[in-house]
């Protein structure tokens, strides 16, 4: 540990106003022990007394390209400096290139992007996008998935963090079961019977519904936060074909699994796959600049040509945001991080399953390129799990010393119920990642100690 880089009395000021004068997210208020960041370098965030902590899920997985990378902020500059903002009705050089750079790296068809300020915003004008186009208003989403926080995404999303506003729901969508083949729903023996048994369930639920009523089917291009539920190969093609039968759009919500993290530009391109739409953020900046998008295939764009399009943001298209964005991108090509995603993927997967004959407290570990999750139980046979999905305080007990350890041995990552996630940044090397595994280690050893055989 370093010495610490400001007095205690400054720390005490710094900590007083972010409890006192700021919200945080999906928290109790009262006894937050948050980590107090100073600064970030690579894989790294260091706090006020100079602890280093190895960033093991990019944040909230989008700091992709890693933390302090200066082409970003020499970016911002140049752009600043030759204009912060305009309305988002004029022209700017980096709206332009970032569209057109948007379009080159995009799978098949997808041409025309929508800016946004995040995720969330994404998702909401790509539900009225589909509803404007197709006349048709209701919307299939996952159960175990999450699309945002605002009113229509936590809605459409199927994480219980929506449970809260349940009164406040926005109309007119319907949850699917996910082919979670560890956890299948019909039981199924194999991945292809998962994926045939669920693509099945989505047609039964869409006849049921009227087809001629569906717009569109949401699904992340790989699970998230919801568990990394990888979907067998064969899904994502199945539910192209039914999105064909009926003619309701297909949506993939890129947010958290876009721009390299899956060890590819786009998790759906894994699945062979071209989507109508595409919702974009987190790793568009690498979380440097908020911004977000829905870019639409050439024949959405086209039937706005004649018709007005019905959306507005006042920070759409934000230069600053769209020069941030054309930096990023730039990262990811110069200095190889699609591919490092890709082998770092492989040689996680490869130190996990050694994990596993030392640790027999994990169940499962589903991973593609660098977003992927252990899954924790109490016994592998019966796999019941170390904490429940949704699971209340009092059934935390085992996972918050887990994460407690965590958070002790220098680690940042995502912790919820039985999960711990593994999403590094890009740029993550070997070394690197055998540091982060062997603390996971030492507190997976925790878990262990409740594992009944």
């Known amino acids: ?113 929508f800016f946004t300020l995040g995720g969330a915003e994404a998702i909401e004008n790509a539900i009225k996008l589909a509803r404007l186009y197709t006349g048709r208003h209701k919307i299939i989403t996952q159960y175990q998935s999450f699309h945002g926080a605002s009113y229509a995404a936590i809605t459409a999303g199927g994480d219980p963090r929506r449970h809260a506003v349940d009164s406040q729901a926005a109309p007119n969508f319907v949850h699917v079961e996910n082919p979670y083949f560890y956890r299948c729903p019909w039981n199924s023996k194999t991945l292809e019977e998962c994926a045939e048994n669920c693509a099945a369930h989505v047609e039964r639920v869409i006849k049921y519904e009227n087809p001629d009523n569906v717009a569109a089917i949401i699904l992340e291009g790989e699970s998230g936060s919801s568990g990394c539920i990888k979907y067998p190969p064969t899904y994502w093609k199945k539910i192209r074909a039914i999105c064909d039968k009926y003619g309701i759009l297909l949506i993939s919500d890129e947010v958290m699994s876009g721009f390299g993290r899956t060890g590819k530009m786009f998790a759906v391109e894994h699945h062979g796959v071209e989507p109508d739409m595409m919702t974009m953020a987190k ?44 930096a990023v991108l730039n990262i990811y090509e110069e200095d190889n991080l699609v591919e490092n995603a890709a082998a770092m993927g ?95 280690s030492k507190a997976i050893a925790i878990a262990d100690e409740h594992y009944t055989a």
């Open 283 to 326: 790793g568009l900046t690498a979380g440097y600049i908020p911004l977000g998008g829905v870019i639409v295939s050439e024949k959405i764009g086209k039937f706005f040509d004649d018709k007005p399009l019905p959306l507005g943001l006042t920070y759409s298209a934000h230069p600053v945001a769209c020069a941030s964005a054309l």
């Open 346 to 440: 492989k040689y996680v997967e490869a130190k996990v399953e050694a994990m596993k004959k030392k640790h027999p407290s994990i169940g499962d570990f589903r991973n593609t390129g660098l977003l992927g999750c252990i899954e924790l139980v109490k016994n592998r046979t019966t796999k019941e799990p170390m904490a429940p999905w949704n699971a209340k305080p009092n059934e935390m007990e085992v996972m918050n010393k887990v994460a407690a350890k965590i958070k002790e041995l220098g680690m940042y990552t995502f912790v919820r119920w039985n999960w711990i996630f593994i999403a590094p940044p890009l740029c993550i090397t070997e070394a690197q990642m055998d540091e982060g595994l062997e603390i996971i």
């Open 1 to 113: 540990m370093e010495t610490a880089t400001i007095s205690a009395k400054e720390k005490e000021q710094i900590l007083k106003n972010n409890l006192e004068y700021t919200l945080f997210s999906w928290s109790k208020q009262a006894g937050l022990n948050p980590i107090m960041v100073e600064r970030g370098e690579g894989v790294y965030v260091y706090d006020y007394d100079g602890k280093r902590y190895i960033d093991f899920s990019s944040q909230l997985m989008n700091v992709n390209i890693g933390h302090g990378n200066p082409k970003v902020r020499e970016a911002v500059v140049k752009q600043m400096d030759e204009i912060s903002y305009v309305y988002p009705g004029m022209v700017t050089k980096a709206r332009g290139e970032l569209g057109k750079k948007l379009a080159e790296i995009s799978p098949g068809s997808l041409k025309k992007t």
